[in-house]
Nanobody, 118 residues
Framework: QVQLVESGGGLVQPGGSLRLSCTAS????????MGWYRQAPGKQRELVAR???????TYADSVKGRFTISRDNAKKTVYLQMNRLQPEDTAVYYC????????????WGKGTQVTVSS
């Protein structure tokens, strides 16, 4: 069983920055993808950024150039650096990790609130 714990959310003014962290606990093989999603009130959950291990990184158009996803294998942690935050970035941010080995598994964190407001 894998557990994901997010941290780093909070209240920030427009134009500010936050860094989210998601640490995985448990014993597991190397993931196939690690990503961040968000869900704003009344909206569907959407992909923010995702690392396809060994292949590529994907960003939502709305965050390109402002957000950066990265990972630290030794710490079993994935980060989301968010710069130039805007009110429309306000949402609950969820970490997601997908494994294909030894069988398909997909895990979500419980989420961390990010509020961008003056």
């Amino acid at each position: 069983q894998v557990q994901l714990v997010e941290s780093g959310g909070g209240l920030v003014q427009p134009g500010g920055s936050l860094r989210l962290s998601c640490t995985a606990s448990g014993t597991f093989f190397s993931p196939s993808t690690m990503g961040w999603y968000r869900q704003a009130p009344g909206k569907q959950r959407e992909l923010v950024a995702r690392i396809i291990i060994g292949t590529s990184t994907t960003y939502a158009d709305s965050v390109k150039g402002r957000f950066t996803i990265s990972r630290d294998n030794a710490k079993k942690t994935v980060y989301l650096q968010m710069n130039r935050l805007q009110p429309e970035d306000t949402a609950v941010y969820y970490c997601n990790i997908d494994f294909l080995t030894p069988y398909h598994q997909n895990y979500w964190g419980k989420g961390t609130q990010v509020t961008v407001s003056s």
